[in-house]
């Protein structure tokens, strides 16, 4: 998709036509991260920080959690798959 494509299209939020500019900036926002605050423990901590390098430990952080996401949801996958295999219909 070029960006003439993108130029050319109807940008909408909730179903409400809105200019190209407020579909990029929603776009973009939707996007971002949101800053929250969350307890660890002081050694789960500190493996962090010494593990992300400079990457910073909260990228790391974040990625490990959503590693752990993609872990779950494809266990969920399996765990249907073979109960579907086990008992059909």
């Known amino acids: 998709m070029s960006d003439a ?24 926002a939707a996007l971002r991260k949101r800053k929250i605050s969350i307890a660890l423990d002081p050694d789960v901590l ?3 920080r010494q593990q992300a390098g400079e990457r910073g430990y909260l990228t790391l952080i974040n990625a490990t959690l959503r590693e752990a996401m993609r872990g779950q949801q494809i266990e969920e996958i399996v765990r249907r798959a073979i109960r579907e295999e086990l008992h059909p219909g």
């Open 5 to 28: 494509d993108v130029s050319r299209a109807t940008w909408r939020i909730g179903g409400k036509v809105v200019s190209e500019a407020e579909g990029r900036a929603a776009f973009r």
């Open 46 to 48: 500190e493996f962090y």
